[in-house]
């Protein structure tokens, strides 16, 4: 590999899947990297176009290798790539540890040396690597081991995102692997239940990830309003911007990538607020990578709760959330995080939703939560008087 620095911290970018499924073509791809660049969300630090499933023949030409579907990749995926680079950002594909991918394109499988070679040639810089049709009897432990390799030895630096949802106890050995993400949940649905339930699924795996290898909670829904053409992706019916916002905050503090998967040719003014938050990006992006600890309210613990994470410049990173459906209050006591009151010791408080410094308190800070919405704060630890 000639650059140590790969996905150091969560890659960051956009992901076809979520909103469009099988239906992608090249106008589409271009567009998503035109759209990343017009919207300002390049400057935020999203970088990868990723092109998940259904863009290849479902057969390999003579000499076994994967050839780009000529309808919807008339000029090929050099072309495509060129271009995604010619914007300055970098170009992701997909494809799968079995014999076929999910939607039925033909897999990696005992391919993997020839495959990274193609993705290689074609300008690839990402790539993630799906869980379907794996023979039964085959470890996928060593399925990922084996793509990393050949990844990191095929000329060019090439992401690996590992995806077998979490199977495995993955994450107990996809540092070994040499992946740079691992996908630990199934796959997310455009509803709050999904984002509630595959967050809290990972609530006791934060020690898992860290600089190099991020645990991957799966793309981002925001913004997607229903929009999927994947009726069980949309099933359940979208989720409220506040929905989307906490969505958004716990993904960045979990330390997971933040893969946009709406159609961000088309997004609204709270959506790209959302997803361009500056405090939010930077909480996600912190060099250090540590997982955030959880700190339930004393008596309302299933639902309300706050994540804490500590930052590279000796701040916290804390976000509060409202899981449940009342209207429910989080009071953070900071003796929980380490600070000392009756030593002069407080928090002066910055609100990365208002963009407000709230000043120095000492003992506690309360909020009072709407259902499903949240507060992320940068606290800084000060002497109070
Ligand atoms: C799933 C994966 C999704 C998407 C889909 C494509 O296995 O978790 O994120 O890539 O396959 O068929």
Redesign the pocket.
Known sequence: MHNKYLAMTPPMGWNS?NTF?WNINEELIMGAADALCTSGLKDKGYEYIVI???WSLKQRDEEGRLVADPEKFPHGMKYVADYVHSKGLKFGM?SCCGTH???GYPGSFEHEFVDAETFASWGVDYL?Y???YKPKHINGEVLYKRMSLALRNCGRDIVLSA?N?GHEDVHSWIQGSGAQLF?ST??IQDNWQSVKNLFLSQIDKTAYSGPFCHNDI??LIVGMHGSSNNEWIGELGACTDIEYRTHFALWAIMGSPLMIGCDIRNMTDAILETLGNEDLIRINQDIECRGPYCIRQWNNPESVLAMVKPLSDGTLAICFANLGDKRGEMSLQFWDLGIPYAANMGLEIYNCYTKENEGKFSERYVAVLEPHDSLTLIAKPVKLK
């Open positions: 899947w499924t998940d499933d259904c997909y991918t999910c939607a993630k799906d869980n379907c995806c949802w996908r199934g796959d799966d793309m």
